[in-house]
């Protein structure tokens, strides 16, 4: 049977609040309630079409957040097969980019299986094609992922590892931890409330953030610019992430809300970041 699921989100930054996605290698802590999700326990199922547009104003990728709000439009095509095997295609649109305002065209494929009621694996590729410098992980064009998790009666544990390549390399392990409150027969027989509560860290290598800094003018408080040298390019934890949300499930219909926070941990002192934490309003038809 194929499942074709019909998503629109819309992200809204809530200013002077403090402060994960996607080519965006961010903790997989939010992927159980992901709008588009590439669960191995989903694609063992059934065939599924998956057509999603993703909008946001805090584009976020590798942990780094821009110095001035990014809003972004993402549309995205996925396709996964019941066998374990998956694909998709997606591109981001810019709206304050400027002339060029489509970028990282992204095509990626990969496999999910799996072990039992409770342990699953992943392994993919993807590769971005980049039309300016203006996107914090644009020198990282491949990115290679394995990702584990364990579904416990508890807590749902996840461990990835990542490896990014192109003009620079840079190696990057996810943590992620998550507890779920489920709820069914809210207002019905057939409906489902989920509460989902995570917390995820990021540890590895920083040269596609010196790289960025080359290429862009990154300010400081002071106003003065920061120097390629001062980014510490060596391997230490890099980010830092927590978040929770809500999904309403009714037959064929899912309403999604979701706010995380995200702290990156390794940036040069008095530099310029915005302090806004993503929220995420989705719907979800499937047929």
């Known amino acids: 049977m194929i499942l074709l699921q019909l998503a629109i989100c819309c992200h809204v930054g809530l200013l002077k609040a403090a402060n994960h996605k996607g080519q965006v290698h961010e903790p997989q802590n939010f992927k159980n309630i992901s709008l588009i999700s590439e669960d191995s326990t989903d694609v063992e199922k059934k065939n599924n079409f998956k057509i999603s547009t993703t909008g946001g104003n805090n584009l976020i990728q590798k942990g780094k957040k821009s110095q001035k709000q990014q809003y972004y439009l993402t549309p995205t095509l996925g396709y996964s097969h019941k066998s374990g095997l998956y694909a998709n295609l997606s591109s981001t649109y810019l709206a304050n980019q400027g002339k060029k305002p489509w970028d990282d065209v992204s095509i990626g494929t990969g496999y999910g299986?799996?072990?039992?009621d409770h342990?699953?694996?992943?392994?993919?590729y993807s590769y971005g094609h980049y039309f300016s410098s203006k996107q914090v992980a644009s020198s990282e064009a491949n990115s290679l992922t394995l990702s584990t998790s364990w579904n416990g009666n508890i807590l749902a544990p996840s461990l990835s590892a990542n490896y990014s390549f192109g003009?620079?390399?840079?190696?990057?392990?996810?943590?992620?931890?998550?507890?779920?409150?489920d709820f069914t027969g809210i207002f019905g027989k057939t409906d489902a409330l989920s509460i989902p509560v995570n917390f995820g860290s990021s540890a590895g290598t920083s040269n596609f953030y010196q790289n960025y800094v080359k290429k862009n003018s990154i300010k400081k408080k002071n106003g003065t610019t920061v120097s390629p040298n001062e980014i510490n390019t060596s391997f230490r934890l890099t980010t830092v992430s927590f978040g929770t949300g809500i999904t309403y499930t009714n037959h064929h219909l899912s309403y999604v809300f979701t706010i995380n926070y995200?702290?990156?941990?390794?940036?040069?002192?008095?530099?310029?970041?915005?302090?806004?934490?993503?929220?995420?309003i989705g719907l979800v038809y499937s047929i």
């Open 113 to 116: 299986h799996s072990f039992g």
């Open 262 to 280: 995200t702290e990156s941990t390794n940036n040069v002192s008095n530099i310029v970041l915005n302090k806004i934490p993503e929220i995420t």
């Open 119 to 124: 342990f699953s694996m992943d392994v993919d």
């Open 167 to 181: 003009e620079v390399k840079d190696i990057t392990y996810d943590l992620g931890l998550s507890h779920s409150f």
